[in-house]
T-cell receptor
Framework: EAGVTQFPSHSVIEKGQTVTLRCDPISGHDNLYWYRRVMGKEIKFLLHFVKESKQDESGMPNNRFLAERTGGTYSTLKVQPAELEDSGVYFC?????????????FGEGSRLTVL | AQSVTQPDIHITVSEGASLELRCNYSYGATPYLFWYVQSPGQGLQLLLKYFSGDTLVQGIKGFEAEFKRSQSSFNLRKPSVHWSDAAEYFCAVGPFNTDKLIFGTGTRLQVFP
């Protein structure tokens, strides 16, 4: 069974440009999460989807970030326009029953570098 | 506010030595507690978790963790480290009534032969 896949693995863009990160969760997992790790710091929660609905988006930094999960399958995270402080590794995770009672399955992450 | 502290950024041990990675949390009640590991080139993987019951929790790959309420700690241990344990280890808490994890900054483990 395929795990959580993320694309691209690494993206280098200039400040002001747009980047879209994609996450394909494990098939059948209704719960999908985005986390971000800025270099050397903790991994921080961004948002949580249940199917196509945003359950919790309290961790989204600002309105330059837009997450979607059309049809409840894959998800995209768009950053527009990108700023220097957006650099980091963006992790996607999925779960069948939830992060606390179940297990999060993480992708390898998408490393974003904003110059 | 809830937080997780992993005081050791980097630990180096010899293969076969014992290991203890420290984790302290700040939360008003007993939260869900987790240890995740990220091996090179891979996503994070759950090692073990605790919510209630026996305070000594067994996980995969020979790891265990002990919850100590009085110290707000959830330290990870392994009696004999293997070279394949070289990775970054993350402690996390899951507050009630949420479905998100709060992670620490991670501890990178290096294993020498």
């Amino acid at each position: 069974e395929a795990g959580v896949t993320q694309f691209p693995s690494h993206s280098v863009i200039e400040k002001g440009q747009t980047v879209t990160l994609r996450c394909d969760p494990i098939s059948g997992h209704d719960n999908l999460y985005w986390y971000r790790r800025v270099m050397g710091k903790e991994i921080k929660f961004l948002l949580h989807f249940v199917k196509e609905s945003k359950q919790d988006e309290s961790g989204m930094p600002n309105n330059r970030f837009l997450a979607e999960r059309t049809g409840g399958t894959y998800s995209t995270l768009k950053v527009q326009p990108a700023e220097l402080e957006d650099s980091g590794v963006y992790f996607c995770a999925s779960s069948q029953v939830g992060a606390l009672t179940g297990e999060l399955f993480f992708g390898e992450g998408s490393r974003l570098t904003v110059l | 506010a809830q937080s997780v502290t992993q005081p050791d950024i980097h630990i180096t041990v010899s293969e076969g030595a014992s290991l203890e990675l420290r984790c302290n949390y700040s939360y008003g009640a007993t939260p869900y507690l987790f240890w995740y590991v990220q091996s090179p080139g891979q996503g994070l993987q759950l090692l073990l978790k605790y919510f209630s019951g026996d305070t000594l929790v067994q996980g995969i790959k020979g790891f265990e963790a002990e919850f100590k309420r009085s110290q707000s700690s959830f330290n990870l241990r392994k009696p004999s480290v293997h070279w394949s344990d070289a990775a970054e280890y993350f402690c996390a808490v899951g507050p009630f009534n949420t479905d998100k994890l709060i992670f620490g900054t991670g501890t990178r483990l290096q294993v020498f032969p």
